[in-house]
């Protein structure tokens, strides 16, 4: 059975840093694309970071290049998504997911909110 699970969000002041994961199971974790996304209030849910297969690149929206760094352990088959310098308009829930056998899976993902 796949699994996504998200953990790591909260509260943080503008400028602040987070990390989060997406611990994964049920399917052969280096060998897929995994993928987060945001959606805020009100908002469609927008690709945030993007980590190739077995790792081999990434890509990020325009609005968190140079501030989000996608990474992947495949020891533990976790997905890491390192935020800095953190802004308001980052406040949103945010999900990892991954397509497998062409059915896209979600983790149920983590709220983020950036706020003084």
């Known amino acids: 059975q796949v699994q996504l699970v998200e953990s790591g969000g909260g509260l943080v002041q503008p400028g602040g840093s987070l990390r989060l994961s997406c611990a994964t199971s049920?399917?052969?974790?280096?060998?897929?694309?995994t993928y987060w996304y945001r959606q805020a209030p009100g908002k469609e849910r927008e690709l945030v970071a993007e980590?190739?297969?077995?790792?081999?690149?990434?890509s990020y929206a325009d609005s968190v290049k140079g501030r989000f760094t996608v990474s992947r352990d495949t020891v533990w088959n976790t997905g890491y998504l390192q935020m800095n310098s953190l802004k308001p308009e980052d406040t949103a829930v945010y999900y990892c997911?991954?397509?497998?056998?062409?059915?896209?899976?979600w983790g149920q993902g983590t709220q983020v909110t950036v706020s003084s």
């Open positions: 049920g399917f052969a974790f280096r060998r897929v694309s």
């Open positions: 980590m190739t297969t077995l790792g081999a690149g990434t």
């Open positions: 997911s991954a397509r497998i056998d062409g059915v896209t899976h």
